[in-house]
């Protein structure tokens, strides 16, 4: 498979995309088309395999999202017991495309991204990122014996790569859920629906308790695509995420799609969502969902963590798959998408590009992972890394979820991070059917139009995933 890991389990790219035409889809903004590797090499050796500069510091830039820092401790105290004359900075943002941009401008990009709205496909193509193979090439950290590749879990040291390099890392492993209380199922005896005909006659049987049956992050209404898409391709197959990411002719049209989009559009019509959904952020809408307002919402495997203190110690979070459409399904109810996420990207004109490298390179070791997993509450990429972590009752049932799906777990759909124009028209189309101001039809057809005129941009480089 080509290509990076979205969003999604990229976490809300919907923060970025606007600002971002001029980073990586413009070009002429950022003053030439970049190295595609350090500058000026320095030389290497066993102890210093990507030639980092040891007497300078070394700056890791990271979206500011659900899962915070506290975790990178780790990785800078192994850099540090290499390099000790090497300070490591961390810094943040919710924006990185309004952060970075001028840095990419005046070539003093970081070192290290952890990348959540910048155009990995477009920084691809104007040469800004580093190879980042040799890393995974490199000896492990803490698994004697092994590369880094070897010591991830299958499929990870597989995304990344663009016509044959790979110019990104994942950072986790990532799950597309619906989320529900299993403590509020219990209490009034409801179990979550295998298909949408027995999610609406639930919906209803909750709306008549007296709750909301779902709720989603009204200004960010792309967390809703996922299920959408989810619902559709148990409907219609994997096939049918294989002809969206691949811009083929009619994808957003097929009928499995349309008509899931349909059935998630009834939510709004039906009144099955919380009143005032549309105007709230990510966080209020997921705190009204951890009070018990509603029972159901979308979102990705950091949602415990960015909750923080307040989820109620008995919620009992639990991940669910999309439901399916019914009896004719292609795939079984179980089946999910997930896959490792996150972009961890190193700049080419950065300072210490080398010194990037081998900061990821300790963020791929056994214990930072360890580390990430307990911290963030989120699953990790790293053989044998959650052995003896604490796991909470959303991990465990986020690695239930992926169990029963077994071979059913799909990847992640890739249009969002190679065509992010597009992701921005899916995310506002989707706002717009969630709201009654189009029709299922409508949608499609808005989102097809979008697509359509990049598969005809010849401007625009066009990636294919293929059936694993």
Not at 69 to 77: E, G, I, N, Q
Not at 199 to 217: F, H, N
Not at 324 to 331: C, I
């Amino acid at each position: 498979m080509s290509g990076s890991v979205p969003r999604r389990l990229s976490r809300r790219t919907v923060l970025g995309t606007a600002a971002l035409g001029t980073v990586a889809l413009g070009g002429c903004a950022m003053g030439g088309a970049g190295s595609g590797g350090p500058a000026t090499p320095r030389p290497t050796s066993a102890d210093n395999p990507f030639g980092a500069a040891v007497d300078k510091p070394v700056e890791f830039f990271n979206f500011e999202g659900g899962y915070g820092h506290d975790w990178f401790d780790v990785p800078t105290r192994l850099y540090n017991a290499r390099f000790p004359d090497s300070a490591v900075t961390y810094k943040s943002s919710q924006d990185l495309p309004k952060e970075l941009q001028p840095r990419f401008v005046d070539g003093t990009p970081p070192d290290l991204i952890g990348n959540v709205g910048l155009d990995t496909a477009g920084l691809v193509k104007q040469g800004r990122l580093v190879d980042l193979g040799p890393v995974l090439e490199a000896p492990a950290y803490d698994t004697e014996g092994k590369t880094v590749a070897e010591t991830l879990l299958p499929g990870v040291a597989e995304v990344g790569v663009y016509d044959g390099k790979r110019y990104s890392v994942p950072s986790g492993y990532g799950l597309n859920a619906v989320w529900c209380s299993g403590k509020l199922l219990a209490e009034h005896g409801w179990s979550y629906p295998e298909t949408f005909d027995a999610m609406l006659a639930l919906c209803e049987e909750i709306k008549q308790a007296g709750l909301a049956p779902w709720t989603y992050q009204g200004k960010y209404p792309g967390y809703m695509w996922g299920p959408i898409m989810g619902t559709a391709e148990k409907a219609g197959g994997r096939e049918l995420g294989l002809a969206v990411d691949n811009l083929e002719p009619g994808a957003w049209q097929q009928e499995a799609l349309v008509e899931s989009a349909a059935r998630y559009g009834e939510l709004h019509a039906r009144g099955y969502i919380l009143d005032g959904t549309a105007g709230l952020t990510h966080t209020q809408a997921q705190t009204y969902w951890a009070q018990g307002k509603a029972v159901f919402i979308p979102c990705g495997a950091w949602l415990e963590n960015e909750l923080g203190e307040i989820a109620p110690q008995d919620l009992e979070m639990t991940a669910k798959p999309a439901p399916g459409l019914g009896a004719g399904d292609a795939l079984p109810f179980a089946a999910c998408n997930g896959g490792p996420g996150g972009d961890l990207l190193v700049a080419a004109d950065a300072p210490n590009p080398g010194a990037g490298m081998e900061l990821l390179r300790a963020m791929l070791s056994v214990e930072a992972s360890r580390r990430r997993i307990e911290v963030t509450r989120s699953l990790g990429i790293v053989k044998g890394a959650a052995d003896g972590a604490d796991i909470s009752f959303a991990m465990t049932s986020m690695s239930s979820m992926i169990e029963a799906a077994g071979a059913d777990v799909g990847s992640y759909w890739m249009f969002g991070t190679w065509y992010q124009a597009l992701q921005k028209e899916v995310d506002n189309a989707t706002g717009a059917l969630l709201t009654g101001a189009v029709d299922a039809k409508g949608w499609a057809a808005r989102i097809q139009k979008k697509a359509d005129a990049i598969a005809a941009d010849s401007s625009v480089t066009k990636y294919r995933r293929e059936a694993r």
